[in-house]
């Protein structure tokens, strides 16, 4: 079956630090890939996400690569803020399954000023 | 509305007691979805409604829990004979097909 692993947070950081979740999966054929985000006292909502390999999603600074070669889809983004603490979601799509979405464990993200 | 709605927002319930979760999509998305999400297991897919088809029931974790979905619209989650277990936050998205997936802020359910 499908399968998304992430690292366990909490991720503890300065503002302006460098960030990496790391995401695996385990899926047959070719998933799309999501991070979700969670903010305190919100709802779930997209972060970015990429359809095939090779693709990279992007948005708020935020950056992900789909690399089929290694099966991951890293969150990175260059120098972190505040207000980026939240917890973070991997997730996957088979392909043509809409939103069905397996999600990994949740990483949670604190930015110190 | 604007968003995904769901109500209640929080709901206490006795252990053994039937409960109803409600999500509103937003207007004009075809695809509805429900989600738990809980401390020991993360976030799980409960089932999906597309259309007129038939709901993709295959995340449903036993037969005491059923969705219906009235109208192409509204959705309800119904838990019957509440366990312990039954006890996280359940979540609604809704989307057009193959495209973002838009959630509610959930329902917290806690069992007693």
């Known amino acids: 079956g499908n399968s998304v692993t992430q690292m366990e947070g909490p991720v503890t950081l300065s503002e302006e630090a460098f960030l990496t979740i790391n995401c695996t999966y385990t899926?047959?054929?070719?998933?799309?890939l999501f991070w979700y985000v969670q903010y305190p006292g919100e709802g779930l909502q997209l972060l970015l996400k990429?359809?095939?390999?090779?693709d990279k999603g992007s948005n708020k600074g935020f950056e992900a690569t789909y690399r089929k070669e290694t099966t991951s889809f890293h969150l990175e983004k260059g120098s972190v803020q505040v207000s980026d603490s939240a917890v973070y979601f991997c997730a996957l799509s088979p392909n043509n399954a809409g939103n069905m979405l397996t999600f990994g464990g949740g990483t949670r993200l604190m930015v110190k000023p | 509305g604007a968003g995904v709605s769901q109500s209640p927002s929080n709901k206490v319930t006795e252990k053994g007691k039937d409960v109803e979760l409600r999500c509103d999509p937003i207007?004009?998305?075809?695809?509805l979805y429900w989600y738990r999400q809980s401390l020991g297991q993360g976030l799980e897919f409960l089932i999906y409604?597309?259309?007129?088809?038939?709901?993709?029931k295959s995340g449903l974790p036993s037969d005491r829990f059923s969705a219906e979905r009235t109208g192409g619209s509204v959705s309800t989650l119904t838990i019957q004979r509440t366990q312990q277990e039954d006890s996280a936050v359940y979540l609604c998205a809704s989307s057009l097909f193959l495209t973002e997936a838009f959630f509610g802020q959930g329902t917290r359910l806690t069992v007693v």
């Open positions: 990429a359809t095939k390999a090779d």
């Open positions: 899926a047959t054929g070719y998933p799309s």
């Open positions: 207007s004009g998305h075809t695809a």
């Open positions: 409604f597309q259309g007129n088809s038939a709901p993709d």
